[in-house]
């Protein structure tokens, strides 16, 4: 017990602030893990030498519900008293299978408490109990009560603490029936730690976005309105100096904006409307072999600081690749990411977030 609640305290401890990716709508998840399962209310003096595990599967269908289905073996051991006082040590093997609803208090934390109920069907396999189970007693249900909290270490890995409280439809979880017992209900308390892995993460979800309204159906290639604006804040009297290409903007003496290079919502993956973009970067670097790029990634300003970050270096990293396949020699090309820094419009409006997701050329001569 010991052990399992220091593992417990330091899994808890260690994903307090840890970073996490954006909320997902209709996922799906894979969970795994250990249990420390203990009689509560029996007819015996409950042991410590009890252990389990369990598996589930998992949806979530928004960003505060999801639904679960839970499988787990419980090794329960307790104790009671024959005629003469001699203590005789009784063991529950308890196979469960569960469902249950789980509510998300604060989804869009790194560090994710919730709350479930639910129900679910158990069958009991008893040794030395105090007194023979009835015929056909071995199987039957419960409900469950808990609270948890998940530590995201990323979009796909969670881990999981829990704690959870079922109450059995008869007494005769622990083989101990007493005769003055009427409609008794057995019950047992079951401490949980393991992980979560999100195998399919569904649709990005609006609801832990700073401005929401924001979704994967948003257009984000319109590259001829962010091209309007690029324009705009250009100074009027050097438009026609600066104006490298349709899809190529000068922004400053030694930075060119690529206009169009889009990607696919919350990842780094380009979308087709950004090869032209490339193709004509491709032309550029060909046309100045003396010149070197640094490749600067940014996003805007919605999700955390370090997964922004990550995205960022990213999605410089596929223009690299891209550049490279073109036949641009790697050692020209370096990547940084700059995640949600330096922003060049608002990020209040669709407009503002738009023109701060961006590549930049950096020329280094």
């Known amino acids: 017990m010991k052990n399992f609640l220091l593992i417990l305290i330091i899994m808890l401890t260690t994903g307090i602030g840890i970073t996490h990716a954006q909320q997902r709508n209709d996922s799906w998840a894979f969970g795994f893990g250990l249990s420390f399962p203990r009689f509560y209310s029996v007819n015996e003096t409950a042991l410590n030498s009890d252990f389990g595990g369990y598996l589930s599967i998992q949806r979530n269908v928004s960003t505060h519900v999801g639904l679960r289905f839970k499988g787990g073996y419980s090794h329960m051991e307790g104790q009671w008293n024959d005629i003469n006082l001699n203590p005789i040590n009784q063991t529950t093997g308890l196979f469960t299978g569960d469902l249950d609803l789980l509510l998300y208090l604060v989804p869009c934390e790194p560090v994710s408490p919730y709350i479930y109920v639910g129900v679910g069907g158990n069958f009991k396999s008893i040794s030395n109990g105090a007194t023979p189970l009835p015929d056909g007693s071995r199987w039957g249900s419960q409900m469950n009560f808990g609270f948890g909290s998940e530590f995201k270490l990323n979009q796909n890995w969670h881990f999981v603490a829990e704690f ?202």
């Open 164 to 365: 959870g409280y079922h109450i059995t439809n008869n007494s005769e979880l622990d083989g101990a029936i007493s005769p003055t017992e009427l409609n008794g209900r057995d019950s047992y308390l079951v401490l949980n730690a393991g992980a979560k892995y999100f195998f399919d993460l569904g649709s990005p979800s609006a609801d832990c976005e700073p401005c929401k309204g924001l979704s994967a159906n948003t257009d984000l290639t319109d590259y001829g309105r962010i091209e309007e604006m690029i324009v705009k804040h250009i100074p009027r009297e050097v438009v026609k100096e600066v104006v490298v290409d349709r899809y190529i903007m000068e922004v400053s003496k030694d930075r060119l904006v690529l206009v169009g290079c889009n990607f696919a919502f919350d990842k780094s993956d380009l979308l087709p409307e950004s090869y032209p973009v490339l193709d004509k970067s491709v032309k550029l670097l060909n046309d100045k072999p003396e010149i070197n790029v640094e490749i600067e990634g940014y996003t805007d300003y919605i999700g955390t600081d370090a997964y922004n970050q990550e995205l960022s270096v990213d999605r410089a990293k596929t223009v690299k690749a891209y550049l490279v396949s073109k036949g641009i020699a790697e050692n020209r090309l370096t990547v940084v990411g700059y995640g949600k820094n330096n922003p060049v419009e608002d990020n209040k409006t669709d407009e503002g977030r738009a023109m701060n997701r961006r590549i930049v050329f950096k020329i280094i001569k």
